[in-house]
């Protein structure tokens, strides 16, 4: 336990309250320290050629009006050394969503020049250390500079000085926290004429499409060249699966589906494709106008529905019918190999953990697809660090902060101006953004087994936006949410990610 003595009452009540609240206490009374910084030199093959890069592993002090540090940005560069014409050497900015989490997962997964590689096929636990981390033959480096973020509360990145949680933690405030690292990067490397991407995760490439947005505003207008959505999530209503959200049971049907062929509960005999997009229709042409009519079906109607949705699913009738013919994905999870005492993964579907509570009504011990690869990809980055980058900090970094989600601001609008919950969207400003920027292209990246971010959402989301489709492109990969677990489809993905930039 430790003590602190504060110097006025007023300071010692507000410590105690923050305290009872379970809140970070802010010692502002001393001095901020000087950024740190380190510097480290390395070569690798990427695209058949020897690369010799420089990490820059550092904190970046993001100012109030007044110049003073009110936060600092973690951030990792890799920056190709030998480089004549700045102009025409591109730069990617990766960040991974939550909110809460950190880059780890595209750093140490995907785009890092050292990967962890974990159970391909999905069927081993990460288990204990040592783990294998290799070097990445796929990564960009001959094609791109990459520089990995973590947003305030998550790694080594956090508040300092007056700065406040609450500035950071919330859709505006982060997208306008990660544009304001971005121009100050841009500006410190002299990077203006470089062309421009960002490459994002899960919640990531919300922040995608609004730091995009975003970019525009502060009289400082900074076009990008391009977006990377991994495992889209533009519009939380076909990824939020929760009673009464019709459009969540229509976009999550075909990724039950394909889940279901992957373990043989469905579609035995049909490939994978053409199980999906049978499904794709059925939900579209048949599902999605049975739930607008809900009670007004009649019961023959309501039964041929239970009959197709168990034809795609695996469930029993039984169970279909007593859920009205909606099914909510945690029980999808739970119900699938419920003859095995089995819950599947929410992440990537093809991940099985044994459940201890063969009765709980969703998984009770966590997803399968993420605490059986999280350990291998935390050991993986803090080992990185400190013996490949040279780092050493002062506390340890969070790859995950839950307490970031817990206090999150989903309010788009200034307080004071009206204002009603809704579900997080921010398609119109990727619309707008692509309308204003006629450059920039999107590449989305989705994984049939993905039971958190489905498949069928992006074509949904995309399709009826405005967004200019012919500049998207859509890929799709036969794993989950993090689709680079596993090895055919890193592969592929590191392929299209390489197409995209050169324009093929």
């Given at each position: 336990?430790r003590?602190i003595?504060?110097?006025?009452?007023?300071?010692?009540q507000l410590?105690?309250?923050?305290?009872?609240?379970?809140?970070d206490?802010?010692?502002?009374?001393k001095?901020i320290?000087?950024?740190?910084?380190?510097t480290t030199?390395?070569?690798?093959?990427?695209?058949?050629?020897?690369?010799k890069f420089?990490?820059?592993?550092?904190?970046?002090y993001l100012k109030?009006?007044?110049?003073?540090?009110?936060?600092?940005?973690?951030s990792?560069?890799?920056?190709?050394?030998?480089v004549?014409?700045w102009?025409?050497?591109?730069?990617?900015?990766?960040f991974?969503?939550?909110?809460?989490s950190?880059?780890?997962?595209?750093?140490?997964?995907?785009f890092?020049?050292?990967i962890?590689?974990?159970?391909?096929?999905?069927?081993?636990d990460?288990?204990?250390?040592?783990y294998?981390?290799?070097a990445?033959?796929?990564?960009?480096?001959?094609?791109?500079d990459?520089?990995?973020?973590?947003?305030?509360g998550?790694?080594?990145?956090?508040?300092i000085?007056?700065?406040?949680?609450?500035?950071?933690?919330?859709?505006?405030?982060?997208a306008?926290s990660?544009a304001?690292?971005?121009?100050?990067?841009i500006?410190?490397?002299?990077?203006?004429?470089?062309?421009?991407y960002?490459?994002?995760?899960?919640?990531?490439?919300?922040?995608?499409?609004?730091?995009?947005?975003?970019?525009?505003e502060?009289?400082?207008?900074?076009?990008?060249?391009?977006?990377i959505?991994?495992?889209?999530a533009?519009d939380?209503?076909?990824?939020?699966?929760?009673?009464?959200?019709?459009t969540?049971?229509?976009?999550?049907?075909?990724?039950?589906?394909?889940?279901a062929w992957?373990h043989?509960?469905?579609?035995?005999?049909?490939k994978?494709?053409?199980?999906?997009?049978?499904?794709?229709q059925?939900?579209?042409?048949?599902y999605l106008p049975?739930l607008?009519?809900?009670?007004?079906?009649?019961?023959?109607e309501?039964?041929?529905?239970?009959?197709?949705?168990?034809?795609?699913?695996?469930?029993?009738?039984?169970?279909?019918?007593?859920?009205?013919?909606?099914?909510?994905?945690?029980?999808?999870?739970?119900?699938?190999?419920l003859?095995?005492?089995?819950?599947?993964?929410?992440?990537?579907g093809?991940?099985?953990?044994?459940?201890l509570?063969?009765?709980?009504?969703?998984?009770?011990?966590?997803?399968?697809?993420?605490?059986q690869i999280?350990?291998?990809y935390?050991?993986?980055?803090?080992?990185?660090?400190?013996?490949?980058?040279?780092?050493?900090?002062d506390?340890p970094y969070?790859?995950?902060?839950?307490?970031i989600g817990?206090?999150?601001?989903?309010?788009t609008?200034?307080d004071?101006?009206?204002w009603e919950?809704?579900?997080?969207?921010?398609?119109?400003?990727?619309?707008?953004?692509?309308?204003?920027n006629?450059?920039?292209?999107?590449?989305?990246?989705?994984?049939?087994y993905?039971?958190?971010?489905?498949?069928?959402?992006a074509?949904?989301?995309?399709?009826?936006?405005?967004?200019?489709?012919?500049?998207?492109?859509?890929t799709y990969?036969?794993?989950?949410?993090?689709m680079?677990?596993?090895?055919?489809?890193?592969l592929?993905?590191?392929?299209?990610?390489?197409?995209?930039?050169?324009?093929?």
């Amino acid at each position: 336990m430790r003590i602190i003595i504060l110097k006025s009452g007023l300071l010692l009540q507000l410590f105690v309250a923050n305290v009872l609240m379970g809140e970070d206490i802010i010692d502002n009374t001393k001095p901020i320290p000087t950024a740190k910084v380190f510097t480290t030199t390395h070569q690798i093959n990427n695209g058949g050629q020897s690369i010799k890069f420089k990490a820059i592993a550092s904190e970046t002090y993001l100012k109030n009006e007044l110049g003073e540090p009110e936060a600092s940005i973690w951030s990792v560069a890799y920056i190709k050394e030998g480089v004549s014409d700045w102009a025409k050497r591109p730069v990617t900015f990766v960040f991974n969503g939550g909110p809460g989490s950190a880059s780890v997962w595209l750093h140490m997964g995907l785009f890092g020049p050292k990967i962890i590689k974990v159970s391909s096929d999905a069927s081993k636990d990460d288990g204990a250390a040592p783990y294998n981390l290799v070097a990445n033959g796929q990564g960009l480096l001959d094609l791109t500079d990459l520089v990995f973020i973590d947003p305030v509360g998550t790694g080594y990145s956090r508040v300092i000085g007056e700065g406040e949680t609450k500035d950071y933690w919330g859709l505006n405030e982060d997208a306008a926290s990660i544009a304001n690292f971005i121009r100050q990067w841009i500006t410190e490397h002299n990077r203006w004429f470089s062309p421009k991407y960002l490459a994002g995760e899960s919640f990531g490439t919300m922040r995608a499409a609004a730091v995009a947005n975003t970019l525009e505003e502060k009289g400082q207008n900074m076009a990008l060249n391009g977006l990377i959505l991994i495992s889209q999530a533009l519009d939380y209503a076909g990824s939020t699966s929760v009673h009464h959200n019709i459009t969540s049971y229509f976009t999550y049907l075909p990724s039950m589906a394909a889940t279901a062929w992957y373990h043989k509960k469905a579609g035995q005999g049909k490939k994978l494709e053409d199980f999906v997009e049978e499904c794709c229709q059925f939900a579209y042409n048949t599902y999605l106008p049975a739930l607008y009519k809900g009670e007004l079906l009649s019961e023959a109607e309501k039964s041929k529905i239970t009959e197709q949705l168990a034809y795609f699913t695996g469930l029993e009738k039984d169970y279909i019918l007593k859920a009205n013919n909606r099914i909510l994905r945690a029980r999808f999870q739970k119900q699938l190999l419920l003859d095995k005492g089995i819950a599947i993964g929410c992440f990537d579907g093809r991940y099985m953990g044994d459940e201890l509570d063969k009765l709980s009504e969703e998984p009770h011990l966590g997803d399968p697809s993420s605490y059986q690869i999280s350990s291998a990809y935390t050991a993986a980055l803090n080992y990185y660090y400190a013996n490949t980058l040279k780092i050493k900090m002062d506390r340890p970094y969070l790859t995950y902060n839950s307490k970031i989600g817990k206090n999150w601001r989903w309010r788009t609008v200034p307080d004071g101006k009206y204002w009603e919950p809704e579900t997080p969207n921010v398609t119109t400003q990727l619309a707008e953004t692509m309308a204003r920027n006629t450059d920039m292209k999107v590449l989305v990246a989705s994984g049939y087994y993905d039971l958190i971010c489905p498949f069928l959402d992006a074509e949904y989301t995309f399709s009826r936006n405005g967004i200019a489709m012919d500049r998207v492109t859509m890929t799709y990969y036969e794993a989950g949410h993090m689709m680079y677990t596993h090895e055919d489809d890193f592969l592929k993905l590191s392929k299209d990610i390489r197409k995209f930039l050169v324009g093929e």
